[in-house]
Nanobody, 117 residues
């Protein structure tokens, strides 16, 4: 079992920045990837950024490329999402996802990000 906890959401003016954090605990030794997804009202959940724990490789949605950065701290099983130049369309609930080898998925409870003009 893996527990996933996010922090760092909030409200920010367009053009501003926020940093989300996600800490995974429990059976994290077999973590394959950690990722951030988001879901806006009426929309499907979509991938924002993904990080492969073993290689450090990253992947981003086109809509956030160059503005968001995913990073990790392996010592505390944490992953972060630095969000810069935020836009109104970034408003959503952001979820942290932990994928283990063997395809077991774990999700956090979500954290609201609201960007206002």
């Amino acid at each position: 079992q893996v527990q996933v906890e996010e922090n760092g959401g909030g409200s920010v003016q367009a053009g501003g920045s926020l940093r989300l954090s996600c800490v995974a605990s429990g059976r994290t030794f077999s973590t394959y990837t950690m990722a951030w997804f988001r879901q806006a009202p009426g929309n499907e959940r979509e991938l924002v950024a993904r990080l492969w724990i073993g290689s450090g490789r990253t992947e981003y949605a086109d809509s956030v490329l160059g503005r968001f950065t995913i990073s990790r701290d392996n010592t505390v099983n944490a992953v972060y999402l630095q969000m810069n130049s935020l836009k109104a369309e970034d408003t959503a609930v952001y979820y942290c996802n932990v994928l283990l080898y063997g395809a077991q998925n774990y999700w956090g409870q979500g954290t609201q990000v609201t960007v206002f003009s």
